[in-house]
């Protein structure tokens, strides 16, 4: 079984920074794109940034020049630096991933739980 934990949103004024983290766990033999979505109240969940394992990087037009994706391969693990936060930015942020399973040796897309950031103005 594959399990993504994000942990890193909370609270923070309009201007401030946040960084969240994903962690895989579970029976993993291979990770391909990592991605962090956010899904705000009332709309439709969109995705924030992308980055493949070779390290290349995608960004929504929303956080072009403020967030930053990068992954860690040695611990599976992706991190989104989030910098000159807006109100706008308020919603609960996904991770996802595409992962091969090691006992199926099956490729899935895995979802985090969720993680709430909030910007106040």
């Known amino acids: 079984q594959v399990q993504l934990v994000e942990s890193g949103g909370g609270l923070v004024q309009a201007g401030g920074s946040l960084r969240l983290s994903c962690a895989p766990s579970?029976?993993?033999?291979?990770?391909?794109?990592m991605g962090w979505y956010r899904q705000a109240p009332g709309k439709q969940r969109e995705l924030v940034a992308s980055?493949?394992?070779?390290?290349?990087?995608n960004y929504a037009d929303a956080a072009k020049g403020r967030f930053t994706i990068s992954r860690d391969n040695a611990k599976n693990t992706v991190y989104l630096q989030m910098n000159s936060l807006r109100p706008e930015d308020t919603a609960v942020y996904y991770c996802?991933?595409?992962?091969?399973?090691?006992?199926?040796?099956?490729?899935?897309?895995?979802w985090g739980q969720g993680t709430q950031v909030t910007v106040s103005s």
């Open positions: 579970g029976s993993i033999a291979s990770i391909n794109t």
């Open positions: 996802k991933g595409r992962i091969m399973d090691r006992s199926r040796h099956l490729w899935g897309d895995y």
């Open positions: 980055i493949i394992s070779g390290g290349t990087t």
